[in-house]
């Protein structure tokens, strides 16, 4: 399919991407190990900028995947437009894409190109490059005149970050680890489609005062905020929303104040185009420190007019150093561009995606798993709780139409606490195993909806490969 068509082939398997949460990588754009801003690199007439997208490319697929915006330089506001936009971005269609990628890298892939806006409507093309290569993926031709890549290299993503080969014994290790457990979780998938699992949770022990006293302090904090704003505000959430706290217990290190908002950042686990406990770097919505926590509210944008703040980008978050991390969103069925595959407007408090849930449950997972190797020594264990508001009157649907769901699935119970405790180890290799179990109580509110393990199994292989 052409670039506009939402199409990936990721191991030979068409997967759908919405254009919409590919946007929300151009709201305050920012390079990390995952995503890298180019500028408008001219691929019809530059041999040279062939090769420093290939290196990008390559590079990325070997950190695990991730995405590739062309058009955009950095000044000191920030990353903006690049000069020398092109009269049509047709020099940026899919088949040159992966024309590049195909003569440039082995084994070869193949990469999803969109033309999405950022929030002034600017288009700018974003390409998805896959993860999950049981291989490390090499160079198999170098740059115009041996330069920029070098035949039968490999590049990998540092802190900078930056596009280089593995120079230190680490480097190569976690390259391979990557590999190995990419070729452990598609055994793992096998396994799991002749047997659905399960995975013992740690012992329940009576749930310490500690986290509800973070939860409650947390809400605290979050009303004070929206206090001032306009009844029909998007960031007061008056459809609803859903909250996840947790705690972490372990050894914990001490780490200086200074320190930790770069121990966030690192934490941050940036599988979809909103990751949870997102560490923005732009004023007007950057964390701050309050009462010992680290603290966000991106519904405080003064940049953006209070009638356009959308409930489903207005997170609050609270994380503190001993292990306490705290999410408050909104739902993303009732923000303002949600649309169903048909292009129609979702009307808010009315849909509840059945895909959704378990992106958001997931990730979330692995960043408790994140930030308890960040923050603590050892063994940890993770007391996870969510709380839904506002599901009375919704109905399970399938928004993009992947899946089919009977139109008699509406919510009568308005809101549910879902909870478990889990050791953090135990996360990444068996998180559909904690995340199915986890759920189901919240999808039998939909008329007795009973969640198939193996969409679980199939939603986060789709949310880890990046193929939202």
């Not at 452990?184 to 329940?204: C, H, K, S, T």
């Amino acid at each position: 399919m052409d670039s506009l068509g939402g199409w990936c082939y990721l191991l030979e398997m068409p997967i759908e991407i919405s254009r919409e949460r590919l946007s929300d990588l151009l709201i305050d754009p920012r390079e990390d190990l995952n995503f890298e801003l180019k500028n408008w690199l001219d691929f019809q007439r530059s041999n040279e900028s062939k090769a420093i997208f290939a290196k990008a490319v390559l590079a990325i697929s070997n950190h695990g995947g991730g995405f590739i915006a062309l058009g955009l330089t950095e000044t000191a506001r920030g990353f903006v437009e690049a000069e020398g936009r092109p009269a049509s971005l047709d020099g940026y269609s899919q088949d040159l894409i992966n024309g590049i990628v195909e003569s440039y890298c082995d084994p070869p892939f193949h990469c999803a190109v969109h033309v999405v806006a950022n929030p002034t409507g600017l288009m700018f093309p974003m390409v998805v490059v896959p993860g999950g290569h049981k291989v490390p993926i090499r160079a198999k031709r170098s740059g115009p005149n041996g330069n920029i890549v070098t035949n039968n290299s490999i590049y990998i993503r540092k802190p900078g970050p930056r596009s280089e080969t593995p120079h230190s014994a680490r480097d190569w290790d976690d390259l391979l680890k990557r590999c190995l457990l990419n070729q452990r979780n598609e055994m793992f998938d096998q396994i799991r489609d002749l047997f659905a699992g399960r995975v013992p949770q740690v012992e329940q022990i009576a749930e310490p005062a500690r986290l509800e006293e973070w939860k409650s302090e947390s809400f605290q904090r979050w009303r004070a905020l929206i206090a001032h704003l306009p009844p029909d505000a998007g960031p007061r959430l008056t459809y609803g929303h859903y909250s996840f706290a947790y705690e972490i217990t372990g050894e914990r290190r001490e780490i200086a104040p200074a320190i930790f908002p770069e121990v966030l950042r690192t934490s941050v686990v940036r599988h979809t185009g909103w990751p949870p406990f997102w560490y923005p770097t732009r004023n007007e919505i950057q964390p701050y420190p309050i009462d010992g926590a680290v603290e966000c509210w991106l519904g405080g944008d003064t940049q953006s007019p209070t009638e356009e703040r959308d409930p489903a980008h207005s997170d609050f978050w609270r994380i503190h150093p001993n292990g306490l991390a705290f999410l408050l969103r909104g739902f993303q069925e009732d923000g303002v561009n949600s649309r169903t595959a048909a292009g129609a407007p979702v009307a808010p408090a009315t849909m509840f995606d059945i895909n959704l849930p378990v992106w958001r449950v997931g990730e979330t997972l692995l960043h408790a798993r994140s930030l308890a190797a960040n923050l603590f020594e050892g063994p940890t264990t993770i007391r996870f709780v969510i709380v839904y508001e506002g599901l009375s009157g919704r109905s399970l649907v399938s928004i993009n139409n992947s899946r089919y769901v009977s139109e008699d699935r509406v919510a009568r119970q308005n809101s549910i606490a879902l909870s478990t405790h889990v050791e953090a180890e135990t996360i990444d290799p068996n998180l559909a195993e904690i995340v199915h179990p986890l759920l189901l109580p919240l999808y039998a509110l939909f008329g007795f909806f009973e969640l198939p393990m193996q969409l679980v199994v199939d939603e986060l292989s789709r949310m880890r490969a990046g193929n939202f």
